[in-house]
């Protein structure tokens, strides 16, 4: 049996992002099983529906319609952008939500991280990323949730997790992923 495939995506398109890092991080203790791919959110033009009405998408849409196809679950590690979700994360779930009727999300499963420098651990985007999973049909994840705040404090200077603590609660979320996911692929199989 081939590997389940997880896109990773995260909310930032900064080039130090933490988002990034801690995506990258959770890609890197998966099960041996697994093959974790983070999508790069940066050259995706904004959803406009007059290019899908007109039969004219992006090139880039087309390319990150058919990538979100071919997954079997998804990793969504969100920063916070004024209590909300980022825009580039957003989009990127509206581009391949569409055209009508071909959501690229639908039936697979998912789960979210939050991380910011501050002390709530970016939990107001983690929720409202929650609410678009429901219409687009990604069952998330429910335990345990990750808010990580102090997100700056546990990292070094060349991106690498320091935090004992936070490694050993991201490789238990790790395996909860993973489980979540192999019950959805099964049943997708059957
Ligand atoms: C426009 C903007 C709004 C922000 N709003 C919040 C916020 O509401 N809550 C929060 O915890 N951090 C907020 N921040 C700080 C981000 O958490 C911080 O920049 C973080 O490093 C972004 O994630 P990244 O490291 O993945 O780029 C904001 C940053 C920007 C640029």
């Known amino acids: 049996m081939g590997k389940i495939n997880i896109g990773i995506l995260t909310g930032s398109l900064r080039r130090e992002s933490y988002s990034k890092k801690t995506g990258l991080y959770v890609a890197g203790i998966l099960p041996e099983d697994f093959a974790a791919e983070w999508i790069d959110l940066s050259g995706l033009p904004l959803y406009n529906q007059d290019y899908d009405d007109e039969g004219n998408p992006p090139r880039e849409w ?4 058919q990538k979100i196809k071919k997954m079997d679950g998804f990793l969504f590690v969100t920063p916070e952008y004024n209590r909300s979700v980022t825009a580039a994360l957003k989009n990127a779930l509206d581009v391949a939500s569409r055209p009508f009727g071909q959501n690229a999300w639908n039936g697979k499963p ?3 991280i939050s991380v910011s420098p501050g002390k ?8 409202h990323l929650r609410q678009p999973m429901v219409f687009l049909n990604i069952p998330l994840l429910q335990q ?5 705040g102090g997100i700056a404090e546990l990292f070094n200077d060349r991106g690498e997790l320091t935090d004992r603590g936070t490694g050993e609660f991201l490789q238990t979320f790790a395996d909860a992923f993973a489980r979540w996911v ?9």
Request: proline share 3%; aromatic share 14%; charged share 15%.
């Open 110 to 112: 998912g789960a979210v």
């Open 182 to 190: 192999r019950t959805w692929v099964k049943a997708a199989g059957e």
């Open 144 to 148: 345990p949730e990750v808010y990580l």
């Open 62 to 65: 087309q390319v990150f319609r």
């Open 120 to 127: 709530l651990g970016a939990f107001g985007a983690n929720h």
